[in-house]
């Protein structure tokens, strides 16, 4: 019975769908004519071949997103608004919804198995709704929060589970990676520089730090780590010697980045994966890690001797440091208040200034964030909220733990990838824990975040059998 139906369904999305989509885009592509609107009738004219290209690939529209979303994600202009609203709220959640609709037309059902780490995801965006619609001070602008920090993230992720991308898909990934590592890094010496040459929207920070085109520290030092390691691995599994020298030395350039971007959060989030990559791998790290320390030894003492003085003094510095203990102090009080649900999503600078005290002789500034990512969540969805949104990240890990003797042992796509991808995770955890990716408006940290994690899950899944996925509250075939 469900077989026929399958195939009725399958004989009428092929017949009529084409034919209603040429329909609805005739009237839309009409009307914009009318109206002589043509910014919005190019995309329109383009949507066709890009439905093509995402239903034959839909991976293309992470590499799209990865490659373009980093230099609109903090634009204000109406142009650069455009884009955020094509790349990042329509792209991922379309492709998303394009994938799932093509697994329904085939006529033999390709099985993808989703359990309790996408229940909680979607047990996170319910309680977030309603915590929106109980408690938030502007629920409209909470829910767009929503959309674009959680649901389009929850979208890539899910986006990386349907379509289970394998190495091949990964080697298309690099080139993106070998760009975009340089050009951020020219940004932000741009940024010292020669600031004048860049967007105003790039330059939003105060002196002395640089975060590219994201506006974020935390942002831009964390993309610079993912790509890196990407090419790292492949570099490793590289037979071309002049291949595999480019790849390191942008790999290089990554570091460096991230040494320059003078954010003591970042220096301990890229040491950690230094110490893990020397665990890997420890003679290609060793040489490495001296070829970075005599660079910047030579470059601090002649071209950037007045920004090594700068290091020198961010790393001895106490006041930044300590004037962040009153926030934390001010945030666990919230905490302790409303453990379960929280105060309501966007709505910790309401509430936080009735927490706010001196801390011994630390006297507190004007508080605008928890510089701390968990203790937002907790403060604003309570432990049930970050119940919610931390299993799949435990879940993934316990079976990463579990099944490490199944996964590959050589090779680019290997366990060595694997530990790659729990690298980047770990100094995103560690760089959220100084700042605050989550009530930032920039989305793409927290995207990237989810796009790991989907990784992950995309190497360490198949290796799961059925009765590791019980209780299937969720076991859902498409």
């Excluded at 220096?267 to 791998?281: I, K, P, S």
């Excluded at 909220?385 to 003797?405: C, D, H, R, Y």
């Amino acid at each position: 019975m469900l077989e026929k139906v399958h195939l009725q369904f399958y004989s009428f999305s092929q017949r009529w769908i084409p034919l209603l989509l040429g329909v609805v885009f005739g009237v839309f592509a009409a009307r914009l004519i009318a109206s002589e609107a043509w910014h919005f009738l190019v995309p329109l004219v383009l949507a066709v071949p890009v439905i093509v290209l995402f239903t034959r690939y839909p991976f293309a529209a992470i590499l799209i997103w990865l490659l373009v979303f980093p230099y609109f994600a903090e634009g204000s202009v109406a142009a650069m608004r455009y884009v955020y609203w094509i790349v990042h709220r329509a792209m991922i959640p379309g492709v998303l919804g394009i994938t799932i609709l093509w697994k329904l037309t085939l006529k033999k059902k390709e099985p993808g198995k989703l359990g309790l780490p996408e229940l909680a995801l979607g047990g996170f965006l319910l309680l977030a709704v309603i915590n929106i619609i109980l408690l938030s001070y502007k629920p409209l602008a909470s829910l767009i929060y929503l959309y674009d920090r959680s649901f389009v993230p929850f979208c890539a992720y899910m986006l990386i589970r349907l379509t289970a991308p394998k190495e091949t898909d990964l080697r298309h990934l690099l080139p993106v990676a070998f760009l975009t590592i340089p050009l951020q890094f020219a940004i932000s010496l741009l940024s010292w520089f020669k600031p004048q040459v860049l967007p105003a929207v790039w330059l939003e920070l105060p002196p002395g730090r640089t975060s590219g085109t994201f506006g974020d520290i935390a942002i831009y030092t964390s993309t610079l780590i993912f790509l890196s390691l990407l090419l790292f691995q492949y570099a490793k599994h590289c037979a071309r010697r002049w291949l595999r020298f480019a790849l390191f030395s942008v790999v290089l350039v990554a570091f460096f980045g991230v040494f320059f971007s003078f954010s003591r959060g970042s220096w301990l989030g890229g040491l950690l994966v230094l110490v893990g990559l020397g665990v890997l791998y420890p003679k290609t790290t060793v040489r490495s890690a001296m070829v970075l320390a005599i660079v910047v030894l030579i470059l601090g003492t002649t071209v950037f001797q007045k920004e090594m003085t700068w290091a020198s003094e961010r790393l001895e510095s106490r006041q930044s440091a300590e004037s962040r203990i009153p926030q934390y102090v001010a945030a666990l009080r919230m905490i302790g208040e409303k453990p379960l649900f929280g105060w309501g999503s966007d709505n910790y600078n309401y509430e936080v200034r009735q927490f706010t005290t001196h801390v011994g002789d630390i006297r507190y500034t004007k508080i605008h964030s928890s510089h701390n990512s968990t203790l937002t969540i907790l403060v604003e969805m309570g432990i049930i909220g970050f119940f919610f949104s931390a299993f799949p990240v435990a879940w993934w890990l316990m079976w990463t733990i579990k099944n490490w003797q199944r996964l590959p042992r050589d090779g680019l796509w290997s366990r060595q990838l694997v530990v790659m991808l729990w690298l980047s995770m770990l100094n995103l955890l560690v760089v959220s824990c100084f700042h605050d990716i989550v009530s930032t408006e920039n989305p793409f940290g927290l995207t990237l975040f989810w796009i790991t994690v989907g990784f992950i899950s995309n190497m360490v899944g198949p290796h799961l059998g059925p009765a590791q996925w019980r209780p299937r509250l969720g076991g859902v075939k498409f």
